[in-house]
C-alpha cells in the first residue's frame, strides 16, 4: 500500500519541479600593450700603446649592444666625445688637458664611414628591433704620426639609441 502511495504521488509531481541544472556564460578580454623600446650597452675602446713616430695609423674595435622590441626601428649615434677640437675632430686629451691624441670612430671599417650624432646624417639608421640583443661592432682609429706628449689619453663618447 505505501508503495502505491508513492507512486500516486509521484504521478502528481509536476514536471516543471524536476530539479534541473541552469548556467549561465559570460566573457572577457585579456589585453596588454607592448610599447617599443631600446636598451644599449658598449664596451670601452683601449687602443693600447700609441707610437707617435709610426707612419701607421693605430687601430682597435669596440662593440655596442642594443636591444629593441621586435620590429622597432632605430638608428644608433655617437657624439664627438668630450674634447671635441675646434673643427669637430675627436680627441682623447691628457687629464690637465694640455695636449690631445686625435682619432675617429667608423661604423663599417677602419677609416671608412665616420660615426656620426643622432640627426647629423652620419648614425647608423635603418635598423629594426628583433627582441633579442644585436651587436655593432665599433672601429677606432687613431691617426699616425702625432707629435704628442708621454702620457694616458682619455675620452667618453656617449652612445645614443632613437627609436
Known sequence: MKFRLLLALAALY???MT???QTDTATFDVTATVDPTCTVDADNL???TY???SDTPLDENSEIRVQCTSDTPYDIGL???????AEGERRMALADESD???????HDNHGGTSWGDIDSGAELTGLSGTGSEQSYVVYGRIFAEQSVAVGNYVDTIEVTVKW
Open 14 to 16: 509536476p514536471a516543471s
Open 79 to 85: 657624439d664627438d666625445g668630450d674634447n671635441t677640437g
Open 46 to 48: 683601449v687602443f693600447g
Open 51 to 53: 707610437d707617435p713616430f
Open 100 to 106: 690631445f691624441l686625435e682619432y675617429d670612430l667608423y
Open 19 to 21: 530539479a534541473v541544472a
